[in-house]
């Protein structure tokens, strides 16, 4: 059965340094998403992706995030200069279609900013 | 703002049992209702998708949904001690500016006891 995949399963970064969490969509989904969980908290959005562009983020989604699908398969979420708060787990979903199209989920990177 | 609200529990019931869970949302304009379940440290894995009033069973899992009362609900027969994880309640919202990024519960924490 397809599945989203995610790298690194862990990741560990000093305050102040970029880390690059990579996601590879189920192969036939065009709809990508980006959601973080903090420790003991809701799952929360932060972005969506369609034909190679953002469709909606959220407020947590500021400047120090981008997204990229650098290739066909990979889509990419990239924080720039990650702070404390930062760490989190950190889930990548695909969808096959729009509204109301069930996302699929990947095993989540879980990232710690010390 | 659009909440989706789940009592946290925990929930306990012996193996064998029904296990009711019920989530509530606040906004009208929700279109799509997904059960997750997410076992500790791991992603949400989706359950159940409901997106008309009424009911909807698979197997052992029956959701239910009135949209009038803005009321989802989960109902677990023959409860299982690997059904013990935590139950999410995720809404997508389609209406004003969001294009229908999941907004997600807190969610319930079940635990069947053999």
């Known amino acids: 059965e397809p599945e989203v995949t995610q790298t690194p399963s862990h990741q560990v970064t000093q305050m102040g340094q970029e880390v690059i969490l990579r996601c590879v969509p189920i192969s036939n989904h065009l709809y990508f998403y980006w959601y973080r969980q903090i420790l003991g908290q809701k799952v929360e959005f932060l972005v969506s992706?369609?034909?190679?562009?953002?469709?909606?983020k959220s407020e947590i989604f500021d400047d120090q995030f981008s997204v990229e699908r650098p290739d066909g398969s990979n889509f990419t979420l990239k924080i720039r200069s990650t702070k404390l708060e930062d760490s989190a787990m950190y889930f990548c979903a695909s969808s096959e279609g729009w509204g109301g199209e069930t996302q699929y989920f990947g095993p989540g990177t879980r990232l710690l900013v010390l | 703002q659009k909440e989706v609200e789940q009592n946290s529990g925990p929930l306990s019931v012996p193996e064998g049992a029904i296990a009711s869970l019920n989530c509530t949302y606040s906004?009208?304009?929700?279109?799509?209702f997904f059960w997750y379940r997410q076992y500790s440290g791991k992603s949400p894995e989706l359950i159940m998708s409901?997106?008309?009033?009424g009911d909807k069973e698979d197997g052992r899992f029956t959701a239910q949904l009135n949209k009038a009362s803005q009321y989802v609900s989960l109902l677990i027969r023959d409860s299982q001690p690997s059904d013990s994880a935590t139950y999410l309640c995720?809404?997508?919202?389609?209406?004003?500016?969001?294009?229908?990024?999941?907004?997600f519960g807190k969610g319930t924490k079940l635990s069947v006891k053999p």
């Open positions: 992706f369609y034909n190679n562009e953002i469709s909606e």
């Open positions: 409901i997106y008309s009033n």
């Open positions: 906004d009208r304009g929700s279109q799509s």
């Open positions: 995720a809404v997508r919202f389609v209406s004003g500016g969001s294009q229908g990024n999941l907004i």
